[in-house]
């Protein structure tokens, strides 16, 4: 334990340390606020740091694991949240110009579940405004850095950017992300760390600035599947506040974390949808493929209704209309400082009738039971979690998503994992999607850990970026 570095410490590694006493809150929040200040400027992750708050609620912390008043397993460990999750009292502005000033009247549900274990909240991270966006960038609040390429600005995925690029770069241990068509998954992937996204009603949305009704979840962002569970652990369950929770029972996925893969049923991809990845992301999935059966699991082949293009698509429309009952006023006027390439994003919204918003609805039923009857016999479906490795900001094409096989996940109700499953050439991360049925993320991550265990691609770390 006295070897640990507090910068890039996991959360399972922190938990122990902070019990034995080889190492303090208040070393490991001084160490991440030092590093914060020595390298946001360039990375661009924090919004907003609570350097004040953070250090005091340090110490608390640490005060409380000494008299043997530790509540749990995250006592003490930081983290950051996105910029949609209120805190009371604090600026939360959804990555908007425009809200730049909007104070939170309410904590989120999460934001109290996770404060109540004892987390240290750091900071609020960027995100792509109003979160309705798949690359990581915003034109008026900043872009951050994808910290695996120091010379070239790279794609950080959206619309969690600043979350992903902050456990990726080691200013923070674990962080929360949201994930309405792959939010969560798209930036995990691109910058080489987990992310969950979990079944629509596991973790409250109360308190979280709305992108999609429908769609919409938070999640954890982290560096090893085990933290990811952890934090899923604590932030699961019934919400009065928001309705979607009441329909599913507190969820604890480490009894069968490392119960390993073998005798599990995994759905390949369709070939014809390898059409459109990168070699180098097929290589490192058809790689990840083979791990999972030299582990002992039974690979196969499922015939899916539709093709992912389709998924994609009716994922799109349900977040116009969604998004724009609630930011329509703004992105109709023109006077209001609104990022160009979010601005017709949502607008998408102002077209859609409501007879084709519900029918886009009565057609997403029918497809996830269609979903649901081919893939009956199996336990997860594997997919690249993206088609390319991270691409320079200026050749993005604004007018499309990157999110191809992420936004089935969110359309079909599914939960999904994404884990690091290797590099390109060029030293960029690649990544696997796990999709499981709605409710089994025990599942996903059971399959997540194991590959993770099977493989190092997780340890890696980015070059040190000069502070």
Not at 34 to 57: G, K
Not at 317 to 322: D, L, M, P, S, V
Not at 343 to 348: E, G, H, S, T
């Amino acid at each position: 334990m006295k070897g640990i570095d507090p910068v890039w410490a996991t959360v399972s590694e922190l938990s122990p340390a902070f019990t034995a006493r080889t190492l303090s809150p208040v070393a490991v929040v001084d160490a991440l606020l030092e590093r914060i200040a020595a390298r946001n400027a360039s990375l661009h992750a924090f919004i907003d740091v609570y350097d004040a708050d953070a250090r005091l609620a340090a110490e608390s912390a640490d005060k409380a694991i000494r008299s043997g008043h530790q509540v749990g397993p995250l006592h003490g460990v930081p983290i950051a949240l996105k910029d949609l999750v209120d805190l009371e009292g604090l600026v939360t502005t959804g990555g908007s110009k425009v809200w730049a000033r909007r104070v939170s009247p309410v904590t989120a549900t999460l934001a109290e579940r996770l404060i109540a274990a004892g987390m240290i909240v750091l900071g609020k991270t960027h995100t792509v405004e109003f979160a309705m966006g798949s690359f990581g960038t915003n034109t008026h609040m900043g872009t951050p850095r994808n910290p695996w390429d120091l010379r070239v600005h790279r794609t950080p995925g959206g619309s969690s950017s600043g979350s992903a690029v902050a456990v990726a770069a080691g200013l923070a241990p674990i962080a929360i992300g949201t994930d309405t068509g792959g939010s969560v998954r798209l930036p995990a992937a691109w910058c080489g760390i987990v992310g969950l996204k979990v079944t629509v009603g596991r973790i409250s949305t109360y308190g979280i600035l709305p992108l999609s009704s429908t769609l919409d979840t938070p999640g954890p962002m982290a560096r090893s599947v085990e933290d990811a569970a952890l934090l899923f652990r604590a932030l699961n369950g019934p919400d009065p506040r928001d309705p979607q929770t009441l329909a599913w029972t507190p969820s604890d996925p480490l009894p069968v974390l490392r119960r390993g893969v073998a005798g599990l049923r995994l759905a390949i991809m369709p070939d014809a949808e390898r059409d459109g990845v990168d070699k180098e992301e097929l290589a490192a999935y058809d790689a990840a493929v083979d791990t999972l059966a030299t582990l002992g699991a039974r690979i196969t082949r499922v015939v899916l209704p539709h093709r992912f293009s389709d998924y994609a698509a009716a994922t799109g429309r349900i977040i116009g209309a969604e998004g724009y009952r609630f930011v329509g006023h703004l992105v109709d006027d023109p006077s209001l400082p609104l990022d160009p390439h979010v601005r017709p994003r949502i607008q998408v919204g102002r077209g859609i009738s409501a007879r084709d918003y519900l029918l886009t609805l009565a057609e997403r039923e029918d497809h996830r039971r269609a979903y649901a009857t081919a893939v009956a016999e199996v336990d997860a479906l594997l997919t690249p979690t993206t088609q390319t490795a991270a691409i320079p900001i200026d050749s993005v094409d604004q007018s499309g998503t990157a999110a191809y096989f992420t936004r089935a996940g969110n359309y079909l109700g599914l939960c999904g994992l994404a884990v690091s499953n290797g590099f390109t050439a060029s030293g960029l991360p690649t990544s696997l999607q796990i999709l499981c049925q709605a409710g089994d993320e025990a599942t996903a991550l059971r399959i997540g850990w194991a590959y993770e265990q099977a493989t190092r691609w997780h340890e890696r770390r980015p070059v040190e970026q000069a502070p």
